[in-house]
Nanobody
Framework: QGQLVESGGGLAQPGGSLRLSCAAS????????MSWARQAPGKEREFVAG????????HYADAVQGRFIVSRDNAKNMLYLEMNNLKPEDTAVYFC?????????????????WGQGTQVTVSS
């Protein structure tokens, strides 16, 4: 069974930055699209950013477009999320996830494998 382990969360001030990492193991990371999602208290989990196996394109939710950057290193089995100009509404638990079909999608119901999440809190 594979594993996804997120790290890099913490407390940031509004306007600040954080970089999240997701270490993948136990499955063919290079063959599958990967994404970041988040869940704030009392809200449903939502898509944040993702990319296909090749890393040739990146997709973002409107709420983070222009502030977040998703990237991957297939040689290291790593997925990253650089978060800039953070806002209090970015506060959530952030998860990395693998899409079941291998092809990129923003539909989280197609993601079958999730990490445990890392908390991001944006507050002054």
């Amino acid at each position: 069974q594979g594993q996804l382990v997120e790290s890099g969360g913490g407390l940031a001030q509004p306007g600040g930055s954080l970089r999240l990492s997701c270490a993948a193991s136990g499955f063919a990371f290079v063959n599958t699209a990967m994404s970041w999602a988040r869940q704030a208290p009392g809200k449903e989990r939502e898509f944040v950013a993702g990319m296909p196996w090749s890393g040739s394109t990146a997709h973002y939710a409107d709420a983070v477009q222009g502030r977040f950057i998703v990237s991957r290193d297939n040689a290291k089995n790593m997925l990253y999320l650089e978060m800039n100009n953070l806002k209090p509404e970015d506060t959530a638990v952030y998860f990395c996830a693998r899409v079941r079909t291998g092809y990129f999608s923003t539909n989280l119901q197609l993601y079958d494998f999730w990490g445990q999440g890392t908390q991001v809190t944006v507050s002054s």
